[in-house]
């Protein structure tokens, strides 16, 4: 199902657990969001935040997110 405001949650959505506990998703480095890749994305909202962040940076387009946590990362 579509949802509007997914990068909105995207940008705000923080790393539950693990290494990077408590860093925002859009800052995990491209290695770690690699091994999350090949170990398999848990389920619901944190995978597909994380299978996002994946495509995302392995494709260069950090830069389309820069808006959206300029103008709507919650502080």
């Not at 260069?60 to 103008?71: F, N, S, T, V, W």
């Amino acid at each position: 199902m579509y949802d509007p405001t997914f990068l909105i949650k995207l940008v705000n959505a923080r790393m539950p657990y693990g290494r990077f506990k408590g860093r925002f998703i859009t800052e995990l480095p491209v290695f770690y969001l690699e091994w999350i890749h090949r170990k398999g994305y848990p389920s619901g909202n944190l995978g597909q935040y994380l299978s996002t962040m994946h495509e995302v940076k392995i494709n260069g387009l950090e830069h389309i997110l820069k808006p959206i946590i300029r103008d709507e990362r919650v502080k």
